[in-house]
C-alpha cells in the first residue's frame, strides 16, 4: 500500500469552508479559523447542536465548544483537497493552521513514529509570515508555532497546549519580536530552505504545491503543482477569506494533485 503524507497549513486543512453554514455569510475577515474571533463561539456551538441533533449524547457544559470546535474542525478537514486524491495512495492529511516548515518537519517525525516512512510528501509552502519559535527551559526543548496579533498584544495561556504556561509565554514574547521587527520572513526562508535539504539528501518523493507564492523553491521550480491561482480565487485581503469559494476550489486543486501523482507514479513506485 502506498503511503502518502500531506504537509501543508490553513489551505489544506479546509478552514473556513462552512462560514456560510455556519454564521450564515460567504467571506469572512479573520485570519485561520472561524474560531480565532469569539463573537463566532456560540454560532459555533449552535450549529453542532444542530448537525448532532439526537446524537451527541451527555456532554459536559465546560466541554460543549470544546465539542463543537474539535467537530468542525473534522468536518473541515473532510473538505481539504487531499480527499480528492485515490483511495489507494493512503493519504495521511497533517496540515496545520498557521503550519512552518520546521513544523513539517516534526509532524514529519511524528509520521513516522507511527506509519514508518512515507512513500510520498506533497509538501505545500505556506505564508511566509508565519511565526515559530524553538525554545530551551530545563534541558527540555520545545516548539511552537504561536501566533502574535498585534490587535490582542496580551500573552495568555493555552490550556490545549502540552508546553508549561513559561514556554508559551516565551515563545509569545519571541513572536512579538519577530513580528515587531519583520524577521518571520527571512526565519521562514532558511527554514524552508533546510527541510527542502533534508527531504533530498534522505531521498524522500517530494512533489510540491504552490498556493501561496514567496518561497524561491516553489517559485523556481518547473515541476511545482501550480494552484496560487485558485488559492487567490478566495483570499480576501488582509486577512479574509471566502469560505463557498475556497470550498468549491478543492476539487480542482485535488485533481491537480492526482494528476502530478499519476504522471510520477512509475518513476515514484515503480508500477
Known amino acids: 500500500m502506498k503511503n502518502t503524507l500531506i504537509l501543508g497549513d490553513c489551505a489544506s486543512t479546509g478552514s473556513l469552508t462552512y462560514v456560510k453554514e455556519i454564521i450564515g455569510q460567504n467571506q469572512i475577515s479573520t485570519g485561520y479559523t472561524l474560531s480565532s474571533d469569539s463573537k463566532h463561539h456560540k454560532k459555533i456551538i449552535h450549529w453542532y447542536l444542530k448537525m448532532v441533533k439526537g446524537k451527541r449524547g451527555n456532554i459536559i457544559a465546560g466541554d460543549l465548544f470544546k465539542k463543537a470546535l474539535q467537530y468542525m474542525e473534522e468536518k473541515e478537514l473532510n473538505e481539504a483537497w487531499p480527499k480528492y486524491l485515490d483511495s489507494d495512495l493512503n493519504v495521511t492529511n497533517m496540515s496545520k493552521l498557521g ?27 505556506y505564508d511566509p509570515t508565519h511565526p515559530w519559535q524553538r525554545i530551551n527551559l530545563d534541558r527540555n526543548k520545545y516548539f511552537l508555532e504561536k501566533n502574535y496579533d498585534s490587535n490582542k498584544p496580551y500573552f495568555s495561556v493555552n490550556p490545549e497546549l502540552k508546553s508549561p504556561a513559561e514556554v508559551q509565554r516565551l515563545a509569545f514574547n519571541k513572536a512579538e519580536y519577530t513580528y515587531n521587527n519583520n524577521l518571520n520572513q527571512t526565519r521562514n526562508f532558511k527554514i524552508m530552505k533546510w527541510f527542502l535539504k533534508y527531504l533530498d539528501k534522505e531521498k524522500y518523493n517530494v512533489i510540491k504545491l504552490k498556493l501561496y507564492g514567496g518561497f524561491d523553491q ?8 501550480d494552484c496560487s491561482n485558485l488559492h487567490y480565487t478566495y483570499s480576501l485581503l488582509p486577512q479574509g477569506v471566502d469560505g463557498v469559494l475556497k470550498k468549491e476550489v478543492q476539487s480542482q486543486i ?18
Open 254 to 271: 485535488g485533481g491537480r494533485v492526482q494528476e502530478k501523482i499519476l504522471q510520477l507514479t512509475n518513476k515514484i513506485f515503480r508500477v
Open 218 to 225: 516553489f517559485d523556481r521550480d518547473t515541476n511545482v503543482i
Open 99 to 125: 503550519a512552518t516548515a520546521y513544523g513539517y518537519y516534526k509532524r514529519l517525525l511524528k509520521y513516522e513514529l507511527r506509519n514508518g516512512r512515507p512513500d510520498l510528501i506533497v509538501l505545500t509552502d
